[in-house]
Nanobody
Framework: QVQLVESGGGLVQPGGSLRLSCTAS????????MGWYRQAPGKERELVAR???????KYADSVKGRFTISRDNAKNMVYLQMNSLKPEDTAVYYC??????????????WGKGTLVTVSS
């Protein structure tokens, strides 16, 4: 089992910045991709950004140029630096990790989410 815990959410004014962190713990053999997803009220969960173990990155078009994803493989952590925040970025942000066991069994794990509210 792998547990993911997010932190860093909160209330910020439009144009402001926040940095989200996610820590993976538990019976970790190998974590492949890690990523951030978000779900706004009344909307489906969507990809924000993801990063592979080798550093390949994908961003949603809506956050390109404003958000930066990074990870620390040694610490099993992933970060999301969010700049120039807009009210439409308001959502619960979830961390996701794709874990592979020693026997090559792959499973996705999710954190419980952290709320980001962008409002004046």
């Amino acid at each position: 089992q792998v547990q993911l815990v997010e932190s860093g959410g909160g209330l910020v004014q439009p144009g402001g910045s926040l940095r989200l962190s996610c820590t993976a713990s538990g019976s970790i053999f190998r974590i492949n991709a890690m990523g951030w997803y978000r779900q706004a009220p009344g909307k489906e969960r969507e990809l924000v950004a993801r990063i592979s173990s080798g550093g390949s990155i994908k961003y949603a078009d809506s956050v390109k140029g404003r958000f930066t994803i990074s990870r620390d493989n040694a610490k099993n952590m992933v970060y999301l630096q969010m700049n120039s925040l807009k009210p439409e970025d308001t959502a619960v942000y979830y961390c996701k990790a794709t874990h592979m066991t020693m026997s090559a069994y792959v499973m996705d794990y999710w954190g419980k989410g952290t709320l980001v509210t962008v409002s004046s």
